[in-house]
Nanobody
Framework: QVQLVESGGGSVQAGGSLRLSCAAS????????MCWYRQAPGNQRELVAS???????GYHDSVKGRFTISRDSAKNTVYLQMNSLKPEDTADYYC????????????WGQGTQVTVSS
């Protein structure tokens, strides 16, 4: 089991920056993959960025070069630094932890809202 608590959402103008945080209730090294997803109204939830337990990061094409996922193992926290924000980045952002065993166990945070105005 793992509990995830997000913070850092808010409203910003286009071109601005926000940093989202996701605090996990256990060591992030015990979690196979930490992810950020987002869901805009009327859209499906999409994977924005991920980082494996050994530090390999991946990004959705739409955020490459603008978003950076990172972690602080001492704080069991994963971050999503979002720069050059666009109105189309507006969504609810969710932290996700994937623990791989015989199956994949997914754990979700409560979500944090990001609104980017033009």
């Amino acid at each position: 089991q793992v509990q995830l608590v997000e913070s850092g959402g808010g409203s910003v103008q286009a071109g601005g920056s926000l940093r989202l945080s996701c605090a996990a209730s256990r060591s992030i090294f015990s979690i196979n993959v930490m992810c950020w997803y987002r869901q805009a109204p009327g859209n499906q939830r999409e994977l924005v960025a991920s980082i494996t337990h050994d530090g390999i990061a991946g990004y959705h094409d739409s955020v490459k070069g603008r978003f950076t996922i990172s972690r602080d193992s001492a704080k069991n926290t994963v971050y999503l630094q979002m720069n050059s924000l666009k109105p189309e980045d507006t969504a609810d952002y969710y932290c996700n932890a994937k623990i791989l065993s015989r199956s994949t166990f997914d754990y979700w945070g409560q979500g944090t809202q990001v609104t980017v105005s033009s």
